[in-house]
């Protein structure tokens, strides 16, 4: 009786909270309504060939993210990258050796419209992967490599998310009558 009183008092929490969160304009990512992760204008962009190895993980998770389907057919937007990256040694023995490093990986990113050629949107992002420094030198370079990968997944996602909030932004400005829908 008391657990079955606790889940209804539960259940009309959650049914409360998600009508408060709707009446103030709260929309999940990935609404179907194409305003989040899921966002039909994703699809339209093509990102260009980013420089080193790192860059090629980035590019290629980007286009599994921003368009699962494969590549745009008609891209209208073009999506350009810097990327660069540090390391810092954080954790040391009573030796001064370093024991732990923190990988940076920091990218600068401007998408543009490609027909006119403006840009629509240039931000920075940058992540942290941590890994160990071990007394094997190869152990330490694969566990580096493993770092500059997941920095590598965390940063598209990331982007993406970043892009699916402009275009997000952009359709509820125009749906206001703020600013044409490009």
Same mark, same amino acid.
């Given at each position: 009786?008391?657990? %079955? ?7 009309? &929490?959650?049914?409360?909270?998600? +009508? ?7 929309? !999940?990512?990935?609404? !179907?309504?194409?305003? @989040?992760? @899921?966002? !039909?204008?994703?699809?339209?962009? %093509?990102? +260009? ?10 590019? *290629? ?5 921003? *368009? ?11 999506? *350009?990258?810097? &990327? ?6 954080? @954790?040391?023995?009573? +030796? ?13 990113? +401007? ?11 240039? *931000? ?30 965390? &940063? ?24 044409? !829908?490009?």
């Amino acid at each position: 009786m008391w657990c %079955s009183e606790r889940t209804r008092i539960a259940a009309a &929490l959650v049914v409360l909270i998600a +009508t408060l969160l709707s009446g103030c304009g709260f929309r !999940p990512m990935n609404s !179907p309504q194409g305003s @989040g992760a @899921g966002h !039909p204008e994703l699809a339209a962009i %093509s990102v +260009t060939p980013i420089a080193d190895r790192v860059g090629q993980l980035l590019h *290629n998770r980007l286009l599994d993210l921003l *368009n699962p389907r494969g590549r745009p057919v008609s891209p209208r937007y073009g999506l *350009n990258i810097q &990327l660069s990256e540090s390391i810092e040694q954080i @954790g040391f023995r009573k +030796t001064e050796l370093a024991t732990r490093a923190n990988l940076r990986l920091y990218a600068v990113y +401007t998408l543009y419209d490609l027909t006119s050629r403006q840009t629509l949107v240039s *931000n920075k992002q940058s992540v942290v992967s941590s890994y160990n420094i071990l007394q094997a030198d190869y152990a330490t370079l694969v566990a580096e490599e493993d770092a500059r990968s997941t920095a590598a997944r965390e &940063l598209a996602d990331e982007i993406r998310v970043a892009l699916a909030v402009y275009f997000a932004a952009r359709d509820d400005e125009a749906r206001q009558g703020k600013t044409p !829908p490009s």
